[in-house]
């Protein structure tokens, strides 16, 4: 069955520490991303990848990275320079960055701070 | 500004009533694709259905149907005798030609089927 899936569904950080969401998908698309919804908003863009060892940033990538060394990987890392990371973070992918493909999501990873 | 507007942010209806969620856009493209996607309690949002600006055809999927005016920018989402299971996030999407091929997400309209 192919999708995408995120681990894990619920990860909480120490103030300081940095984490890493991942994301893997079996839709053999080029291209990922990673999206961050805060409640009453819409999805806003952290980075996105359209090929293998190529990302670029999103809207609001202060305080995130991202690798890209195999196609079916995109993990994200929250790193403690990111001051508010509360919030539901979710991956997509795509067959290819085209503005008629729509993009295909994971089921999230809530992230709160402890 | 806002390119993809939103304005109901909560509504509830009774089951078997019909609902319709406004999705209101801003472009200056002439070629853009316009997306909606079903966020169910579960998280994940599911694609629903795909326009090209260049196709205005109302369609029909069972019980969902879209309304697609390009002369009021707007493309309306239908649910016809609504079911509990339709309690979800609706998100409308708007992508662009030649602005780099980002969607742009409404804030998203959160439907509650009463039964």
């Known amino acids: 069955d192919g999708g995408i899936t995120q681990s894990p569904k619920y990860l909480f950080r120490k103030e300081g520490q940095n984490v890493t969401l991942s994301c893997e998908q079996n839709?053999?698309?080029?291209?990922m991303y990673w999206y961050r919804q805060d409640p009453g908003q819409g999805l806003r863009l952290i980075y996105y990848s359209q090929i293998v060892n190529d990302f670029q940033k999103g809207d609001i990538a202060e305080g995130y990275s991202v690798s890209r060394e195999k196609k079916e990987s995109f993990p994200l890392t929250v790193t403690s320079a990111q001051k508010n990371p509360t919030a539901f973070y979710l991956c997509?992918?795509?067959?290819?960055?085209?503005?008629?493909?729509?993009?295909?999501f994971g089921d999230g990873t809530r992230l709160s701070i402890l | 500004a806002q390119k993809v507007t939103q304005a109901q942010t909560e509504i509830s209806v009774v089951e078997k009533e019909d609902v319709t969620l406004d999705c209101v856009y801003e472009?200056?493209?002439?070629?853009?694709?316009l997306f909606w996607y079903k966020q169910p309690p579960s998280g994940e949002l599911v694609f629903l259905i795909r326009?090209?600006?260049?196709?205005?055809q109302n369609e029909i999927s069972g019980r969902y149907s879209w309304n697609f005016q390009k002369s009021t920018s707007s493309f309306n989402f239908t649910i016809t005798a609504s079911q509990v299971v339709d309690s979800a996030v609706y998100f409308c999407?708007?992508?662009?030609?030649?602005?780099?091929?980002?969607?742009?997400f409404g804030t998203g309209t959160s439907l509650t089927v009463i039964p």
């Open positions: 997509a992918s795509s067959i290819v960055r085209q503005p008629n493909q729509p993009q295909h």
């Open positions: 472009t200056r493209d002439t070629t853009y694709y």
């Open positions: 839709l053999n698309h080029d291209a």
């Open positions: 999407a708007l992508s662009e030609a030649n602005t780099g091929n980002q969607f742009y």
């Open positions: 326009r090209n600006s260049f196709d205005e």
